[in-house]
């Protein structure tokens, strides 16, 4: 399974904005789907926001669409989660998944993911 390390998550006021990033080793990263998760207390994990290998394939939840964006590196074998017009309902702990089963779809189920990281808290207060 490929290793996984979030950063960058942290406090923030309602209406800025944050960038996750995840470095990945292990494993060959370029040929992975990756995702981001997210969970609140009391929450389900839920899906944010995945990208295809390729970068040029990307799916969102509808509640981040035109707010987040998220983006890859497979150079620097990183995968990053801009979040812009950040709302209270965004602070949860978000982690980064990784699909290692070279699935040509981008799925927005958390169980067809297969390694994850330990999260990173964002905190958006009003």
């Known amino acids: 399974q490929v290793s996984l390390v979030e950063s960058g998550g942290g406090p923030v006021q309602a209406g800025g904005s944050l960038r996750l990033s995840c470095a990945a080793s292990?494993?060959?990263?370029?040929?992975?789907?990756m995702g981001w998760f997210r969970q609140a207390p009391g929450n389900e994990r839920e899906f944010v926001a995945a990208?295809?290998?390729?970068?040029?394939?990307?799916r969102y939840a509808d509640s981040v669409k035109g707010r987040f964006t998220i983006s890859r590196d497979n150079v620097k074998n990183t995968v990053y989660l801009k979040m812009n017009s950040l709302k209270t309902e965004d602070s949860a702990v978000y982690y980064c998944?990784?699909?290692?089963?070279?699935?040509?779809?981008?799925?927005?189920?958390?169980?067809?993911?297969?390694?994850w990281g330990r999260g990173s808290q964002v905190t958006v207060s009003s």
């Open positions: 998944e990784a699909d290692e089963n070279l699935r040509r779809s981008i799925s927005n189920n958390d169980a067809d993911y297969d390694s």
């Open positions: 292990g494993r060959t990263f370029s040929t992975f789907v």
């Open positions: 990208i295809g290998w390729s970068a040029s394939s990307t």
